[in-house]
């Protein structure tokens, strides 16, 4: 422990205080030790002075180990770690101050507040080890490529049954969109890329993994490989039909972007639904709307270039012809067809041999033949043919035909029995 008589110092004091001395003692000149200290004669003359009547230790500021006048009251560090430890407690700091000051109205800086809870013990910072990848440089343009993929969390913290977030993310400027659903399918994955392009229209290509919905694990038939043709999957088709390039990673990592924005997503957005209790998918997709926009609003960055890449929606296009499941059919001779395992009889005469069944998001069938779409109507119980009264196979004139003794047949089978035995 330091004596009474030690004056502890930084390096920056003490080598103020060797540049001084060299003055006092006629070994340097005022200007010269402005020079090397980075300070004005006035700043120099007044050290010196201070030096002079108070000693070495007048080199220490006078501020040092006392409070600072824009300090905070220890009434509101008390407040805040509370608050803390009874609502906030597994929130991050930079979390939890945001909700401090939402919601309890406390304002104190984030790094402040950080301190706080390391000092108190309420937060532990912890640091992994991670693996080395080489780092991709982000698109140039807003639109010219999106990251997709789904988040299998439980969001609602046994509230409710695990769901899956189906989340956007611009590589160039890291804006999100995301919505919940109970599962990741192709349906999900249909209705949320129509409800991102119908508000910011549609980009230039999107990154997936290779998830059966984004990747088909179909074989090819002999005609595809003749054709040169590639099985897209159901969701694949309705990107190819909007002109969207299809990118798929080959690693998680790959699309670190949106793996990051999950990350983030399992932290804050968990925290956002338990704070209102909510409950329900659909109320949790309400939540989404206003959750997306701070989101964006805090961590989206400024595209290299201001050019916008999403293309409008083109006019008379019918997204809920695009963003169906789409299936062809052979159309038989009494003009029905079958479609999971329901049989549908088509209305109106057609000269198809084949028709497409689309069915759309909302679960309704459709059947085009080309561009035509048929009527048709649902077959509930195919018709079955009356039954008729068994026929015996010997009959005659309308009755059972009974061989006389003489009868060659019974001649034979009397020889084959008597043969037997």
Not at 228 to 245: C, I, M, P, T, Y
Request: glycine content about 6%; hydrophobic content about 35%; some cysteine.
């Amino acid at each position: 422990m330091a004596g009474k008589d030690i004056i502890i110092m930084s390096q920056r004091e003490l080598k103020r205080l060797h540049i001084v001395h060299k003055v006092l003692d006629k070994r340097l000149k005022q200007k010269d030790a402005g020079s090397i200290l980075g300070l004005c004669d006035r700043q120099v003359r007044r050290i010196i002075s201070d030096v002079k009547q108070h000693g070495d230790q007048a080199i220490i500021h006078d501020s040092r180990g006392k409070p600072s006048n824009r300090a905070l009251p220890k009434v509101i560090k008390k407040q805040a770690i509370r608050l803390y430890r009874e609502k906030y407690h597994d929130f991050g700091p930079t979390l939890a101050n945001e909700k401090l000051f939402e919601i309890d109205k406390i304002k104190i800086a984030d790094q402040t507040f950080r301190n706080w809870l390391m000092e108190d013990g309420a937060w532990i910072i912890k640091r992994k080890q991670r693996k080395h990848r080489q780092w991709r440089q982000r698109k140039h343009s807003f639109g010219e490529m999106v990251q997709l993929d789904g988040s299998h969390h439980d969001w609602m913290e046994g509230r409710a049954p695990h769901c899956v977030l189906m989340g956007y993310i611009d590589d160039a400027t890291g804006r999100i969109y995301a919505r919940f659903y109970d599962y990741e399918g192709t349906i999900p994955a249909m209705d949320s890329f129509k409800r991102y392009i119908t508000r910011y229209g549609i980009p230039c290509s999107i990154y997936l993994d290779r998830h059966s919905t984004y990747k088909s694990t179909a074989k090819l038939t002999l005609e595809d490989e003749l054709n040169n043709a590639k099985a897209l999957s159901q969701f694949e088709r309705a990107l190819h039909e909007l002109g969207v390039d299809v990118i798929h990673a080959n690693s998680p990592q790959a699309k670190g972007r949106i793996e990051r924005s999950f990350k983030t997503h399992q932290d804050r957005l968990v925290k956002e639904l338990r704070l209102v209790n909510i409950n329900t998918i659909k109320d949790a997709n309400t939540l989404l709307g206003s959750y997306v926009g701070r989101h964006n609003a805090k961590f989206a960055v400024k595209a290299l270039k201001p050019t916008n890449l999403h293309r409008p929606i083109p006019k008379g296009i019918n997204l809920d012809r695009v963003f169906s499941i789409k299936d062809k059919a052979v159309l038989r001779n009494d003009f029905t067809v079958q479609y999971n395992n329901k049989l549908y009889q088509i209305l109106e005469p057609t000269a198809a041999k084949e028709v497409t069944l689309e069915e759309r998001l909302n679960g309704k069938l459709c059947i085009y033949y080309k561009d035509t779409q048929l009527k048709y109507k649902l077959i509930d119980k195919k018709p079955q043919k009356p039954q008729q009264p068994p026929k015996s196979r010997h009959t005659f004139g309308g009755k059972r035909f009974v061989p006389p003794k003489d009868h060659p047949y019974r001649l034979f089978r009397k020889f084959s029995m008597k043969k037997a035995s």
